[in-house]
């Protein structure tokens, strides 16, 4: 049996909680240290999850040493500077969702993975309940996708920043549902048409309710319609699917177990199989990935395309017409040329052919 990995976390509030929880129940890795801005919480948090011999410290270098990879768990607008930082001190990360706030960011992220010769990977758990794996199975048996949808419908009164977003619908939640349909789809996104408002009612500032339409390279389209003002017979937070195929029709309900019928009318049965599932599926995938140098989900190159879908989307609102996801990034691939100020980071960015093969998007 392999060594345990040594992880070093960063960050250690509600987020940085389920994944020390998550790391003390894999017994394929051990806790090194935890790092926060404040060394007092840290220090309660480790105790408090029996890691009361693990050192803590306010900085990721001063603990550095004493690991084999990194797990950011810190605030989204931390991630590029955290995340870069471990990558180029050799260490492999395990981000948590999303990988950057902008397109740009991620791009910069993907030059210090290839600088360092590290493995940069997104925590996206929703791509490991077994529900969505048994869903993908039924999937595979009925055909290719043609008309692929999201209904996701909430009422959360969160307070604080999410409340004070220009779209906090599109940029804080619809992440998950974007890149979730990549994976249940097998194509990439080739553009959207979005429009986001807010409800009379709403108790954001901002555009708590959206609808989006994504054209994908192999014609599936899939939709996307939600409001975090819907109270009332709501949701699941993974939303309600329904796929579209040549064989029959499946749909997901995003808590239990999905239901499938073929064209015939014969029910078609879930499988289930025992999988780790959300954040504890990310781990047990990075740990894999690290130890046999394999490409993992979510590795950093493809995630860009996620990014780019909710960037695009939010474009698309804004200025009410279709956006291209390859324009977006494109776009993005031009400010970063402009904005990096490390020689390294900016030379492995100049020596992209083209940022669309970079990311997966062209072949």
């Known amino acids: 049996m392999p060594e345990p990995l040594r992880l070093l976390q960063v960050g250690a509030g509600g987020m940085g909680r389920a994944w020390l929880r998550t790391i003390a129940a894999n017994p394929d890795v051990v806790l090194a240290g935890l790092v926060d801005l404040d060394v007092d919480v840290a220090r309660a948090a480790a105790d408090?999850?029996?890691?009361?011999d693990v050192p803590v410290a306010a900085s990721l270098g001063e603990l550095a040493d004493r690991a084999d990879a990194v797990i950011d768990v810190t605030v989204p607008l931390a991630h590029p500077k955290v995340s870069v930082d471990a990558l180029l001190r050799g260490l492999p990360v395990l981000c948590?969702?999303?990988?950057?706030?902008?397109?740009?960011?991620?791009?910069?992220?993907?030059?210090?993975?290839?600088?360092?010769?590290?493995l940069l990977m997104v925590s996206q758990s929703r791509r490991y309940?077994?529900?969505?794996?048994?869903f993908q199975r039924q999937l595979a048996e009925l055909g290719p996708i043609g008309t692929l949808s999201c209904e996701f419908y909430k009422a959360p009164h969160f307070g604080?920043?999410?409340?004070?977003?220009?779209?906090?619908?599109?940029?804080?939640m619809a992440i998950h549902q974007f890149d979730l349909?990549?994976?249940?789809?097998?194509?990439?996104?080739?553009?959207?048409?979005?429009e986001s408002y807010n409800p009379?009612?709403?108790w954001f500032d901002g555009n708590a309710a959206a609808s989006a339409i994504f054209r994908y390279a192999d014609g599936t389209r899939f939709s996307f319609t939600g409001s975090w003002c819907a109270a009332g017979l709501e949701t699941s937070w993974n939303g309600r699917w329904r796929a579209s195929t040549p064989g029959g029709t499946a749909t997901w309900d995003g808590?239990?177990?999905?239901?499938?019928?073929?064209?015939?009318?014969?029910?078609?049965?879930a499988v289930m199989a025992d999988e780790p599932q959300e954040i504890a599926g990310s781990l047990v995938e990075f740990v894999d990935a690290v130890r046999s140098s394999t490409i993992p989900q979510s590795e950093v190159h493809s995630n860009v395309v996620s990014i780019a879908m909710v960037e695009a989307a939010?474009?698309?609102?804004?200025?009410?017409?279709?956006?291209?996801?390859?324009?977006?990034?494109?776009?993005?691939?031009?400010?970063?040329?402009?904005?990096?100020?490390?020689?390294?980071?900016?030379?492995?960015?100049?020596?992209?052919?083209?940022?669309?093969?970079?990311?997966?998007?062209?072949?």
């Open 96 to 118: 948590e969702k999303p990988l950057a706030e902008t397109v740009r960011e991620c791009l910069q992220m993907v030059a210090a993975s290839e600088v360092s010769g590290k």
């Open 160 to 172: 604080g920043f999410r409340e004070r977003m220009a779209e906090p619908l599109l940029v804080d």
């Open 48 to 52: 408090e999850h029996g890691f009361g």
């Open 129 to 134: 309940f077994r529900a969505v794996a048994a």
């Open 200 to 202: 009379s009612w709403s």
């Open 314 to 363: 939010v474009l698309s609102a804004n200025t009410g017409v279709p956006v291209r996801i390859a324009d977006v990034i494109a776009a993005a691939y031009t400010e970063a040329l402009a904005t990096t100020q490390d020689a390294a980071l900016h030379a492995a960015l100049t020596a992209w052919p083209n940022p669309l093969k970079a990311v997966g998007l062209e072949p």
């Open 181 to 194: 349909s990549r994976k249940l789809i097998g194509s990439e996104p080739v553009s959207v048409y979005c």
């Open 255 to 269: 808590d239990n177990g999905p239901v499938a019928e073929l064209a015939s009318g014969e029910a078609l049965p």
